[in-house]
């Protein structure tokens, strides 16, 4: 796939900012998690976790590309792509539980 320099910065840049807004929402949720039951406390730091594990994992993924030359972009792009789609899910799944507290 052939991405021009201009497009690939804006793409970074769509995905920079949803990893602002989602260490943002995780905020919101650790301040949520503080305010539940000790019982429930613990499977929600338990999603936390992975939140956060997977949040870090898309940051690593959002430097390899903008490392990254021209020729690695298919290799690099495609990895992004499936670790955005899993914090994508975990995010909405973490919101769902948290919702049902």
Same mark, same amino acid.
């Given at each position: 796939m052939d991405i021009e320099k201009s497009d690939r910065q804006q793409y970074q840049e769509t995905l920079q900012a949803q990893l602002e807004e989602w260490g943002i929402d995780l905020a919101? #949720?650790?301040?949520?998690?503080?305010e539940t039951t000790?019982?429930?406390?613990?499977?929600?730091? #338990?999603?936390l976790i992975t939140l956060e594990t997977?949040?870090?994992?898309?940051?690593?993924?959002?430097?390899?590309l903008a490392d990254?030359?021209?020729?690695?972009?298919? &290799?690099?792009?495609?990895?992004?792509? &499936?670790?955005w789609d899993s914090l994508t899910v975990a995010f909405r799944e973490a919101a769902d539980k948290f919702k049902q507290r």
């Open positions: 919101k #949720l650790k301040a949520m998690a503080a000790a019982e429930a406390r613990l499977e929600l730091d #338990l999603q997977k949040l870090a994992a898309g940051k690593v993924k959002l430097a390899e990254t030359s021209e020729d690695a972009w298919d &290799s690099i792009h495609g990895g992004l792509e &499936s670790a």
